[in-house]
């Protein structure tokens, strides 16, 4: 029997209500930094446990710790300070990292938090990173001459970490890339740097890149030096598959088909996601084809992601049994 | 004497204290004679650096809460408004905008406005880590009334020193929606001229001397020019207000030399992001003005003086320093607040630096 469709997410999970609350009253300072440690751990574990439930492949920690994906890697390091308030969208204010000199590692960053999940489960859990050309795009520099430097510097830093997780006995290291679809014309900036983080790995890694002109950027995305393509399927309507169909058999890469809008409260039906499965295995043999949300749930209600993930894994089930598929 | 500002669409360059009659004045203009005017591209941060100003963020917070009524809440735009208008001519720039302190974005401030579009979810405003909600086009497009003549004039009232009305053209405005109805670019893209055209009018009847269109979409599909062209020609019909034309993010590439035979007066372009500007503008026609985005707008190092000074040099071979204005890159509401004040501050240290050392 074949195996494959390995399901898995894309990092982020919804924090629950109490984690919510928890966050807001450290920034008023009713509570301690460990009181707020030992509900991301509760609340890292539940998803863990709902994740094992569900009977997903390869599991996240769903971010509980962290706040916004850039932010929580300056924080940890060193060379970074913080800006005032810059508008996101709307009514959406953050404040984003500032490059004030070299940026560095001062120590394992993610590491703690893979190790206590991982130690929660015997699936293999994801170490999850932030890719150095998007921690340089989505943040100011005030000390680096070109972008270059400070995307290759970056690089350096995110290897160091991707190592430390690999030795601790982390299987999968994804590195998300989001912005890299925005600037074709920096597409070979970002696979130099992306070379970086995963050179000499021997864990399979996986780049996560959404929103942006995919057709664009196409070739480009192919010579990422990474196993895995983590990219959104239903926002296009699967028509971003087309892509890949046109290069069908001269593939290197392993796809990660976004088969969850993760923008809409809608709940997808079995039958929608199974549609997306089977157009998926018209270009991917099962064993290179692994399944999983558009990007993170994070923004979704608890109950929300709960049911859309529960869609998803029993629309992999009944594929699976249908095709023979183990 | 009143420096009569309205009279004529470039008399901003009047500040200096010369008799002034209409005739003396064209002929005055024509050979230009205040070097480098300090300008800003547009937008401005909409959140003060210090506790205790007005705030948008928690005003609208109690909109939406129902807590205080619109007015409340256009009270506090217009007082943020007046402080940006404020922070600006304090700096010293010679030509401001409102700081669009009231746009949620470029493209939501005129698609609410006109008839045929409704708005849609949230996508990515070009390379930006910012996001804005898309306009659908979802009937036939029309003007129906002024968009930014009441905030226009409400600018024009406080400030000193002359205000540009700013606009976003039909072709970054159609890229940037999603088309429901018309299901042809070229047809929804010279509506929309139409359209923006009679708000480019209105704007010059309520006093608007100086009047821009923001088109940085045409950099991202240079295939496009045929139609931009096209396009452009409809959007200044009847207009005798100073035109200009702002495109920023990239260079202007292959679009040199044509773009600039198109119908406007001025040209401001983004030689920061586009820092290949400064090798493709090798001639620029003698009767028109260009404007050098040489601050970036999109980053919160502050340039050193003599890098701006630097910048005016490169192009001052090309454009005579009466013809240029020097700005940043694009809006300033990427940064936070106390940044962009700095950055308009020393965009004038450095103007002022470039007219000693080159004029
Ligand atoms: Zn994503």
């Known amino acids: 029997m074949t195996k494959g469709l390995l399901t898995t997410a894309v990092g982020s999970y919804p924090k629950p209500d109490y984690l919510t609350q928890a966050r807001n009253r450290l920034a008023r300072r009713e509570i301690g930094q460990e009181e707020l440690r030992e509900l991301e751990r509760k609340a890292t574990e539940e998803w863990v446990r709902f994740q094992e439930e569900i009977g997903m492949d390869i599991l996240v920690d769903g971010e509980m710790y962290r706040g916004d994906m850039v932010t929580y890697f300056s924080e940890n390091m060193e060379g970074w300070a913080i800006s005032g308030l810059v508008r996101s969208y709307g009514n959406r204010y953050y404040r984003k990292p500032v490059a004030t000199g070299p940026v560095r590692r001062k120590g394992p960053i993610t590491l703690e938090w893979w190790r206590y999940t991982q130690g929660l489960t015997k699936k293999p859990v994801k170490g999850m990173l932030t890719g150095p050309y998007t921690m340089a795009d989505w943040s100011f520099n005030e000390h680096y001459p070109t972008r270059e430097a400070f995307v290759l510097d970056l690089a350096r830093a995110v290897h160091e970490e991707a190592l430390d997780l690999e030795k601790a006995g982390a299987r999968y290291i994804q590195i998300d890339e989001p912005a890299v679809s925005t600037r074709p014309e920096e597409m070979e900036l970002a696979v130099k740097a992306l070379g970086i983080v995963t050179k000499g790995l021997s864990a399979y890694t996986i780049t996560h890149i959404c929103y942006g002109d995919f057709a664009a950027v196409f070739d ?95 629309a992999v089930r009944e594929v699976k049994q249908e095709l023979g598929i183990e | ?305 003599e890098e701006l000074v630097e910048g005016v040099r490169r192009m001052s071979s090309v454009v005579s320093l009466d013809r240029m204005y020097v700005s940043p890159s694009c809006g300033l509401e990427f940064l936070p607040r106390d940044r962009a004040n700095q950055k308009l501050v020393r965009l004038v240290e450095g103007v002022k630096k470039a007219r000693e050392a080159l004029s």
């Not at chain 1, 991917?284 to 692994?290: G, I, S, T, V």
């Not at chain 2, 940006?84 to 030509?95: M, P, R, T, Y």
């Not at chain 2, 401030?109 to 086009?137: D, E, K, W």
């Not at chain 2, 009847?205 to 100086?210: C, V």
Request: glycine share 8%.
């Open chain 2, 1 to 305: 004497m009143i420096l009569p500002y309205a009279l004529c669409s470039v008399n901003f360059r009047l500040l200096l204290p010369v008799p002034l009659g209409a005739a003396t004045m064209d002929a005055t203009l024509r050979k230009g004679f205040l070097l480098l005017t300090a300008t800003v591209v547009g937008s401005y941060p909409k959140l003060p650096a210090q506790a205790g100003a007005p705030n948008l963020r928690t005003a609208l917070a109690r909109l939406e809460r129902g807590q205080i009524t619109a007015e409340e809440f256009q009270r506090t735009e217009d007082l943020v408004t007046e402080v940006v208008i404020k922070e600006q001519v304090q700096a010293g720039v010679g030509l401001i905008s409102d700081g669009q302190i009231r746009w949620e974005d470029g493209q939501t401030y005129f698609a609410r406005r006109i008839g045929g579009f409704s708005i849609n979810g949230l996508i990515r405003y070009f390379n930006n880590n910012t996001y804005f909600r898309q306009p659908a086009v979802t009937g036939k497009l029309g003007w129906q009334g002024p968009i930014g003549v009441r905030d226009f004039l409400f600018a024009k009232e406080r400030s000193p020193v002359p205000v540009k009305a700013v606009i976003t053209g039909p072709y970054t405005l159609a890229r940037l929606s999603q088309d429901q109805a018309y299901h042809n670019l070229r047809t929804l893209v010279l509506d929309l001229a139409e359209v923006l055209n009679q708000e480019a009018i209105a704007l010059q009847r309520s006093g608007a001397t100086f009047i821009q269109f923001d088109e940085p979409a045409i950099l991202k599909w240079k295939g496009d020019f045929a139609l931009f062209e096209e396009a452009c020609r409809r959007l200044t019909r009847g207009l005798t207000a100073k035109t200009a034309l702002y495109l920023y993010f990239w260079d202007i590439g292959e679009l040199y030399p044509d773009l600039f035979h198109l119908p406007f007066q001025a040209y401001g372009l983004d030689f920061v992001s586009g820092e290949a500007n400064y090798q493709i503008v090798k001639e620029f026609p003698s009767d028109k003005e260009l404007g050098l985005g040489i601050l970036d707008g999109r980053n919160t190092r502050l340039e050193p003086v």
């Open chain 1, 220 to 314: 480009g995305l192919l010579r990422l030096p990474v196993d895995n393509l983590d990219l959104e399927m239903t926002n296009s309507n699967y028509n971003l598959l087309g892509l890949f169909r046109e290069r069908k058999g001269k593939l290197k890469k392993d796809l990660s088909m976004g088969v969850l809008d993760v923008h809409s409260h809608l709940i997808e039906t079995v039958d929608q996601v199974k549609k997306g499965i089977r157009l998926g295995l018209e270009v991917f043999a099962p064993e290179r084809l692994y399944i999983d949300p558009d990007c993170g749930l994070k923004t979704r209600e608890v109950e929300e992601a709960k049911a859309k993930l529960r869609v998803m894994a029993t």
